[in-house]
């Protein structure tokens, strides 16, 4: 799993993890909840009815979870942003073999 994004819930009340990128108003399920302060981490973001949920680093990798970022008129923001850089694939096999290079190296 490649995390893109680091998240900071920021409302007062807290925020509510759900089961898919919908309103618990269309049948959200609420898998847990978290405080403010809280910082998640966040695979993809995608737009639902101009609405952007978050895809989350699950705690159970059989149970995808969501949030909500902001509102769709951006009255309200659920969570800070903070894009991270992200190396490709192929980067992160070059730098695993560079590792193991090294640790070869080292053992001679």
Same mark, same amino acid.
């Given at each position: 799993m490649i995390v893109r994004h &680091?998240?900071?819930? @920021?409302?007062?009340?807290?925020?509510?993890?759900?089961?898919?990128p919908r309103p618990r108003s269309m049948g959200a399920q609420v898998r847990r909840a978290v405080k403010v302060g809280t910082v998640l981490e966040a695979q993809n973001i995608i737009m639902v009815d101009d609405v952007p949920y978050a895809l989350?680093?699950? &705690?159970?990798?059989? @149970?995808?979870?969501?949030?909500?970022?902001?509102?769709?008129?951006s009255s309200i923001e659920y969570v800070d942003v903070i894009d991270l850089p992200v190396e490709d694939s192929n980067s992160e096999i070059a730098a695993a073999l560079r590792e193991i290079a090294d640790a070869i190296r080292a053992q001679r």
């Amino acid at each position: 799993m490649i995390v893109r994004h &680091q998240l900071i819930v @920021k409302v007062r009340l807290g925020l509510n993890i759900l089961d898919t990128p919908r309103p618990r108003s269309m049948g959200a399920q609420v898998r847990r909840a978290v405080k403010v302060g809280t910082v998640l981490e966040a695979q993809n973001i995608i737009m639902v009815d101009d609405v952007p949920y978050a895809l989350l680093v699950p &705690q159970n990798p059989l @149970k995808p979870e969501w949030v909500r970022v902001r509102e769709a008129d951006s009255s309200i923001e659920y969570v800070d942003v903070i894009d991270l850089p992200v190396e490709d694939s192929n980067s992160e096999i070059a730098a695993a073999l560079r590792e193991i290079a090294d640790a070869i190296r080292a053992q001679r």
